[in-house]
Each structure stands twice: as C-alpha cells, then as structure tokens.
C-alpha cells in the first residue's frame, strides 16, 4: 500500500478522474474531499460509500482509501498537517490561541468515522460549494490578505463538518433510542471537556434537572460506565490525538486537560493504554 507524504502545511488542489488510477494508499495528513461533480464510489477502511457531486468526506492520517469510479469526477482535495494549526497563525498570536481552535476541531478527529458516507447534509451543500469556489479561487491568486483568507475558509469548513458530524450522531442516537438521554449528556461532556467546574457531577446533574445520584444510577445503567469514567476515558483520547496531531508538549496537553501534572497523565495514559504519553508520542511520529 503506497503511503503519501505531504511537504507544505496544507495544499490545495483540484483533480480530474476518469477511471481510478489512485489505488488504495493511506496519507500521513489530514485530507479533505469535496467532490466538485462525478459519481462512483468511495473505499475508505475497506467501506464502501457511493459519492455524486456536492459529497464531503474527511480523512485523517491513519486512514486507508480509494475511489471508484463510475462518471468522470473532479475533486477539490484540500490537504494539511498538523503544522497547520500551528504555524499558519496571524501576526500576534499565540500557539495558545491556536490550540483554542485546535479545541473546537478535536472533536471531528474522535467522531466522524460515526458518519457513514458524505459527512455533509443537504441543508448545508450550498454552503459547502460557495466555500470550496471560494477556496479554489483564492488558490490561484497573489493578493493581500489571501493566505488568511484561504486558513479562515479551511476552518470554517471544519467547523461546519464538526456540526454535521455532531447532528448526524445525535439524530442516529434518537432513532436508535427516542426516550434515552445519554448522548445529550456526553455531548454536554465533551463540549466542557476543559472546564473541570462545569465537569463536576453535581454540575452536570443541574444542567439536565436530576440529582446526582439519580445522573450516576441513569448513566452507569445506560452505557455500563460512570460518569467519572467515560471523562477520564474521554480526556485520555483526547491525550493520543493532542500527541498524534498537535505539536503541544506532554506537560502542556496535562494542563490543558486538567490532569495534576504531566506525572498523573502519565500514570493514567499507562493504565489504560499499557505505555506512557511519551512512548506513545515517539510510536506515532512520522
């Protein structure tokens, strides 16, 4: 399986298939599709997903893929590293204020192998095609102001996909269960994953009107798990993408997630993934 390295921070690019001469090939980078018009399909982690014009999918680095195709196809492939969301800042920010952002886009890195298929609804296709023009563009031109022009299209793409990957799990989740809360509340969960005040149980029981004994009993019920549990679970997943997919030391991912110190995260990180943060970090350089 070929195995694709990307040189810049991000790239963008418009590609024409007539046939699929891709094959299967996995990219140590985040990889963006919008499909600009075409139809075939789509074989990501031997999955197959049909696609026509207005589809979106998302790949991140440990994804495997590659298409079929049925009609000749055009794509606007944006492409880019965890680099991005460092060194692409604006004159007078922080590392700190990326990692803000780096925040709100966490959570499509977690979920949106949830999403089977085009990870964009109908509502917000228009939405997606005015951007991706927008984007292809400004690609093409050396004017003032157009790299940041074209970092604030890329994340306002992803914070759309964010959305949609949020709407679809929630909608999957009521259709499953109409009467059960439990995604609401680890949504709550994951959206103040760093706000330990707003994490306690007490204060997660006040937002969703219950006592708290009644929260942990309904929640322990539900998913076989304690609240307690699922977020430290939640924030030592949240520790192996910050090590993948940020530049963000060891002892700035414990203060960020509110662990004691870069000891305690470590001693967690261990019993639950058998290694420490550090040996983890080095597995998954590339």
Same mark, same amino acid.
């Given at each position: 399986m ?5 040189f810049?921070?991000?790239e963008i *690019? =418009?590609?024409e298939l !007539? ?10 980078f985040? @990889?963006?599709?919008y =499909?600009?018009?075409g139809?075939g399909i ?9 696609f026509s014009k207005?589809?979106v ?6 994804d !495997? ?13 944006v492409d880019?590293?965890? %680099?991005?969301f460092v060194?692409?800042?604006?004159? %007078?920010e922080?590392k700190?204020?990326i ?15 949830n999403v089977q ?5 109908d509502p917000?296709?228009?939405i997606f ?10 690609? %093409?031109k050396?004017q003032f102001f ?5 970092q604030?299209i890329?994340?306002?793409?992803? +914070? ?8 679809n799990?929630?909608?999957f989740?009521k259709? @499953?269960?109409?009467?059960?809360? =439990?995604?609401?509340?680890? !949504?709550y ?5 760093y ?5 306690k ?5 006040t +937002?969703?009107g219950?006592?708290?004994?009644h ?7 539900e *998913?076989?798990?304690?609240i307690k ?7 030592l997943?949240l =520790? ?9 030391t060891?002892?700035e991912?414990? %203060?960020e997630?509110?662990?004691t110190? @870069?000891?305690h ?6 019993? !639950? ?12 350089? +590339?």
């Amino acid at each position: 399986m070929k195995s694709l390295q990307l040189f810049t921070d991000k790239e963008i *690019t =418009v590609k024409e298939l !007539a046939s699929n001469n891709s094959g299967l090939h996995k990219h140590h980078f985040f @990889e963006l599709i919008y =499909v600009l018009d075409g139809t075939g399909i789509h074989n990501i982690n031997n999955n197959q997903f049909e696609f026509s014009k207005g589809d979106v999918f998302l790949l991140t680095p440990e994804d !495997a893929h590659t298409f079929e195709i049925s009609t000749p196809t055009k794509f606007c492939i944006v492409d880019f590293t965890k %680099g991005f969301f460092v060194k692409n800042r604006r004159v %007078g920010e922080t590392k700190a204020n990326i990692s803000e952002l780096y925040k709100q886009l966490e959570f499509i890195f977690h979920n949106h192998h949830n999403v089977q298929g085009s990870i964009v609804s109908d509502p917000d296709k228009p939405i997606f095609k005015a951007l991706i023009n927008q984007l292809i563009k400004e690609k %093409g031109k050396k004017q003032f102001f157009d790299e940041i022009i074209i970092q604030d299209i890329i994340f306002l793409l992803l +914070h759309f996909i964010a959305r949609n990957i949020q709407q679809n799990i929630s909608l999957f989740s009521k259709r @499953e269960n109409p009467k059960s809360r =439990v995604h609401e509340i680890t !949504a709550y969960i994951q959206q103040h994953i760093y706000d330990s005040e707003l994490l306690k149980i007490r204060s997660v029981a006040t +937002h969703f009107g219950k006592s708290t004994d009644h929260l942990n009993r309904y929640f322990k019920a539900e *998913t076989g798990s304690t609240i307690k549990d699922y977020i430290i679970r939640y924030k030592l997943n949240l =520790v192996t993408t910050r090590l993948k997919f940020s530049d963000l030391t060891i002892s700035e991912i414990a %203060g960020e997630l509110n662990f004691t110190d @870069e000891s305690h995260l470590n001693k967690m990180f261990k019993s !639950a993934f058998g290694k420490t943060a550090k040996q983890y970090k080095n597995d998954h350089k +590339h």
